[in-house]
């Protein structure tokens, strides 16, 4: 069957190639997790999607294939058909809509209470982006406990479960956080950036009720701001606007949700954050990029004001139910504005050379591969 793969070390690399067809017996990843007896899911691939790690991974930048092979199979964003289970597998039958976690359980406490984003151990196993192979490809078989199912009528939305457990995630991390304040009533939000991460996190802050303002560079009027406004949030170009007159109006945020990949606003956004707020750190910064900060002033004011710092990355199968039932309460809040967010679907796997240059595209928010063409 057909599988989309690079050399990890080697910048460029993608390529199509065979693979073998994966069988129900078979061990996806014995080098890392055993599937039980009777617990394997036999998955259709039906839709892949690609964003930034896919990008660093082509650019040799990030990456690592398996134990054994020269090639990782990219791909960690699934959405798929069963067409097979084992005898021992309960949760879902063919037929059924699905996604797979991204995350292999490494042998830390952590993973070993299905913690597996938490890991305490340096190397993390990842399908489609370090030590596994992921899933852009014909068929896939994994553990029922890393298949999670997707609502039928969500099924247009499916290719955005994996984004959206990681959104899901990072919000609910700096919840959970804020629970030393014994009292917390966040009212106001930043977002920085509004690609596919920054959309959704906006979607599930207005679905909370706070007020919510998306910041990118560019003015509008463009899709980015007409899916941040019928999410009922405000789209603020930081190049029309400055930060300080942003602040001045708004007051300073209870929390940012920061999303652009850029380790400069990361550090930058400690500026703005609010008394006893959360600073939710998600950018994932490949590369070298060194950035200058006031650092006496910003460690008075966080000091003084109790500030908070959460970092999150990955989600387990609690988080993609979790950013599953987001997805889900945004359809019936905000009908018909999830799925402006996938822009560019790509048809077919052989077409994996368009789909990586559609990722350089700015105004791409979701880049993604329907598999069966
Ligand atoms: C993926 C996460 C993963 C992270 C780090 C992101 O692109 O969506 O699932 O944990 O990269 O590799
Ligand atoms: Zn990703």
């Known amino acids: 069957m057909k599988a ?32 039980p007896e009777g617990r394997a899911v036999k998955i259709r691939m ?13 650019e040799a930048l990030y990456g690592n294939a398996p134990p054994g092979f020269e090639h990782l199979v990219i791909g960690h964003e699934s959405f798929g058909q069963v067409v097979e289970v084992g005898d021992e597998v309960y949760e879902v039958k063919p037929g059924d809509y699905v996604t797979c976690t991204v995350r292999r359980p490494g042998g830390s406490l952590f993973d070993k209470i299905g913690r597996n984003d938490i890991t305490s151990e340096e190397v993390y196993y990842e399908r489609g982006i370090n030590l596994c192979h992921g899933f852009m490809t014909e068929y896939v078989v994994d553990d ?13 939305l499916g290719v955005l479960a994996e984004p959206a457990s990681v959104c899901a995630k990072a919000i609910e991390q700096a919840y959970l956080a804020q629970h030393r304040l014994q009292v917390w009533r966040p009212r106001l939000a930043y977002v920085m950036g509004a690609g596919q991460i920054g959309l959704l996190a906006t979607m599930m802050l207005r679905l909370k009720g706070l007020e919510v303002y998306t910041l990118a560079t560019k003015p509008g009027p ?18 029309e606007t400055p930060m300080e007159k942003l602040i001045k109006e708004t007051g300073k945020p209870d929390i940012i949700f920061e999303a652009t990949g850029n380790a400069g606003v990361c550090f930058e956004s400690m500026k703005y954050l609010g008394l006893n707020g959360a600073l939710i750190w998600t ?33 387990n199968r609690g988080h993609f139910e979790l950013g599953l039932q987001s997805l889900s309460h945004g359809v ?14 790509v048809k077919g796997l052989e077409n994996y050379a368009t789909m990586m240059k559609l990722l350089e595209d700015k105004e791409a928010l979701k880049v993604y591969v329907d598999i069966q063409g």
């Open 4 to 35: 989309v793969a690079v050399i990890p070390g080697q910048s460029h690399s993608v390529h199509l190639r065979d693979v073998p067809e994966p069988k129900l017996t078979d061990q996806p990843h014995p080098h890392v997790c055993k599937v």
């Open 46 to 58: 039906l839709q892949v999607g690609v964003d930034a790690t896919d990008r660093e991974i082509n």
């Open 144 to 156: 029922a406990e890393y298949v999670v199912p997707v609502p039928v009528k969500l099924k247009h």
């Open 222 to 239: 463009h899709l980015k701001q007409e899916i941040t406004e019928a999410y009922g949030a405000t789209y603020v170009s930081t190049r």
């Open 283 to 315: 950018s994932i910064t490949g590369g070298k990029q060194e950035v200058t900060v006031d650092g006496a002033k910003i460690n008075l004011e966080w000091v003084l004001g109790n500030k908070l710092l959460v970092s999150s990355v990955n989600g």
């Open 332 to 345: 019936l809040t905000y009908p018909g504005v999830t799925e402006r967010i996938l822009t560019h679907p």
